[in-house]
């Protein structure tokens, strides 16, 4: 018997539609409880990308701060020098706009 054909048997019988109403409502309990569960998973893995950023932020800012001061302290008359950074991080969105 085919797979289609055993479908239509039991869809078709006396329980057919509460077949299908069992199953539907299932699967939206499911759903339910789905959304409901914590997801511990991706909040762990957004800090340990926070973290990557910002450390790579502060070695760019140091290695920058670095090699500028070597290059303004190479100016005749300029003495010592002392160079500080302040790099900004964060979410910047950019809309498009239609310039016709």
Do not use: H, N, W
């Not at 303004?72 to 020098?81: F, H, P």
């Amino acid at each position: 018997m085919k797979l289609s054909e055993r479908l239509q048997q039991i869809l078709g019988g006396k329980y057919g539609t509460a077949v299908v109403l069992a199953l539907g409502a299932a699967g939206l309990l499911l759903l339910l409880l789905s959304s409901l569960m914590p997801d511990t998973g991706k909040a762990e893995s957004t800090v340990s990308v926070t973290d990557a950023v910002s450390a790579d932020a502060a070695s760019y800012c140091s290695d920058t701060e670095k090699r500028l001061s070597e290059f303004l302290g190479r100016i005749d008359g300029a003495g010592e020098v002392e160079v500080y950074l302040t790099v900004g991080s964060g979410e910047k969105r950019v809309y498009a706009s239609d310039v016709r």
